[in-house]
């Protein structure tokens, strides 16, 4: 075969890999809107009796779940969706400013050979199961953690967040949302890190030529470069948090308020949690009540999604 023949036959070999690659491409973006209209609907259907059934039936269910304290399917799930807030978002508070000092000095400061074996411990904390974290937290830092807690108490017990008395285990909300800074530190690190790595190189040495220190330097061009990413990443530790389920049970003392005591116990509980703390004695019209929380915290998971994505158009601008 001459050489024109090859020539010839190239565009057309790549042509029919592109359409190859778009065909691929669309097939998986479909598949993901397949998969959660699946979940959605399979959430709609289990919770239906929850929503068309028996009101009476599913107000008795309630008011069992919750030792007479609600009745209603909205006071049922209210509390435990402020306090999935709460938790997740203190979470995300201790673990911001963390994240993105580490994920800092792994990329712009560090040695390379203590840079590369950071990185590896924090993918290795990425990877831990949450029921480790769980285990750690109940058994570690539950008991190690009071006298903190106590002397928070005690100096800064005139701020409403912090009213004693702390409580003795400590397995309150501020404890649960250590627990759970520490399980979203690695995952916003990690992203964080990348996209530090990749500012571009002319940008960093223009600011040091201009005079710029090494903080002033990454302060004008990597930040700057990396805000998108960051905010990416923190909304994927935040989702993270709303989602977590063993670490939460096996530490917190639950509750059922509309409370903002941290380190009292018995105040607050989160969605996640509480379906696995309830589903293995609920009946069918109990797994529907469940169930029907769970759909509620799917739809906060899309509201975070959404504003994750605004968040970022607007850093990307």
């Known amino acids: 075969?001459?050489?024109?023949?090859?020539?010839?036959?190239?565009?057309?070999?790549?042509?029919?890999?592109?359409?190859?690659?778009?065909?691929?491409?669309?097939?998986?973006?479909?598949?993901?809107?397949?998969?959660?209209?699946?979940?959605?609907?399979?959430?709609?259907?289990?919770?239906?009796?929850?929503?068309?059934?028996?009101?009476?039936?599913?107000?008795?269910?309630?008011?069992?779940?919750?030792?007479?304290?609600?009745?209603?399917?909205?006071?049922?799930?209210?509390?435990?969706?402020?306090?999935?807030?709460?938790?997740?978002?203190?979470?995300?508070?201790?673990?911001?400013?963390?994240?993105?000092?580490?994920?800092?000095?792994?990329?712009?400061?560090?040695?390379?050979?203590?840079?590369t074996a950071l990185s590896y411990v924090v993918d290795l904390l990425a990877a831990i199961p949450s029921v480790i974290y769980g285990l750690w937290g109940g058994l570690v830092?539950?008991?190690?953690?009071?006298?903190?807690?106590?002397?928070?108490?005690?100096?800064?017990?005139?701020?409403?967040?912090?009213?004693?008395?702390?409580?003795?285990?400590?397995?309150?909300?501020?404890?649960?949302?250590?627990?759970?800074?520490?399980?979203?530190?690695?995952?916003?690190?990690?992203?964080?890190?990348?996209?530090?790595?990749?500012?571009?190189?002319?940008?960093?040495?223009?600011?040091l030529a201009l005079g710029a220190t090494k903080w002033e330097m990454v302060k004008l061009a990597v930040l700057p470069f990396g805000k998108s990413g960051v905010v990416s990443a923190s909304m994927l530790g935040l989702g993270r948090a709303l989602g977590e389920t063993m670490a939460v049970l096996m530490i917190l003392s639950p509750g059922l308020n509309y409370s903002i005591k941290l380190l009292q116990a018995s105040q607050n509980q989160t969605i996640a949690a509480n379906i696995a703390a309830q589903y293995p004695e609920a009946n069918d019209l109990g797994v529907s009540v469940l169930i029907g929380t769970g759909l509620v915290l799917f739809l906060i998971t899309f509201v975070v999604n959404f504003i994750a994505r605004k968040l970022t158009e607007k850093a990307s601008a």
């Open 1 to 115: 075969m001459s050489s024109q023949s090859k020539t010839a036959q190239q565009p057309v070999s790549d042509k029919n890999a592109d359409k190859v690659f778009k065909g691929v491409a669309y097939a998986c973006g479909i598949l993901i809107l397949v998969v959660l209209a699946a979940v959605a609907l399979f959430l709609l259907f289990r919770a239906w009796p929850l929503i068309g059934g028996d009101q009476q039936a599913n107000s008795d269910t309630i008011s069992n779940f919750t030792g007479g304290k609600a009745s209603s399917f909205w006071g049922y799930v209210g509390p435990l969706l402020f306090g999935t807030v709460l938790i997740s978002a203190l979470a995300l508070l201790i673990s911001f400013f963390v994240s993105v000092g580490i994920a800092l000095f792994i990329s712009h400061y560090a040695p390379k050979k203590l840079a």
């Open 141 to 207: 830092l539950v008991p190690a953690i009071y006298p903190f807690w106590n002397w928070v108490a005690k100096y800064l017990g005139w701020i409403p967040l912090f009213a004693g008395p702390a409580a003795n285990p400590s397995r309150t909300v501020a404890t649960v949302a250590v627990v759970l800074a520490v399980m979203i530190l690695p995952i916003i690190t990690s992203m964080s890190r990348d996209i530090f790595l990749q500012t571009p190189r002319l940008q960093e040495e223009a600011a």
